[in-house]
């Protein structure tokens, strides 16, 4: 059975932390891994890796996959407020769907 | 870039109605669209598979007549929950791939029965 897994499933920071989120998956026939982040509404996409080992960066956010570890982390430095959230992942399970399968989430909680 | 576009964002009903929420893909033809659900401090859980022009595909353990789907444009899908009771009371997202690119959401739609 095709499943993504998200840990920690939770985590608190004070602002300034860097955080790392941790996905892996067990999909046939991999294509790509995205990550979302959820505030209150629909997920905004934030990453799509498709090749191991190149960074995708954004601002503060950068992450990379690992096919051989079948896994992808999604780093966040110097983390502010505004980073509270719920990140999601999500692998199409089969090549020439869109049908994704999402993980657990991590929700992240930033203080003050 | 492209948007779909979900409506109501909110909705209260009373038990016994029925709902309809509507997803639009604004800007590309969808030919699919992906209805979720998502409880409370959960990740989103895939109800269906809407597909234009024929029978949606629901996932396990989702009930079609509960849950009906009719994707009858390739930029409009509907989901209207039936008969609503408060357990369906959820937040519910659409979207919708776009060619070889993430999947779109819609801005999803809190459903309150009451």
Redesign the interface.
Known sequence: EDKVVQSPLSLVVHEGDTVTLNCSYEVTNFRSLLWYKQEKKAPTFLFMLTSSGIEKKSGRLSSILDKKELSSILNITATQTGDSAIYLCAVPPTSGTYKYIFGTGTRLKVLA | GAVVS?HP?RVICKSGTSVKIECRSLDFQAT?M?W?RQFP??????MA?SNEGSKATYEQGVEKDKFLINHASLTLSTLTVTSAHPEDSSFY?C?A?NRN????????TRLTVV
């Open positions: 979900q964002s699919t992906f979720y401090k959960q990740s989103l859980m895939l598979t997202i979207s791939p690119t993430e999947a779109f959401f819609g801005q999803g």
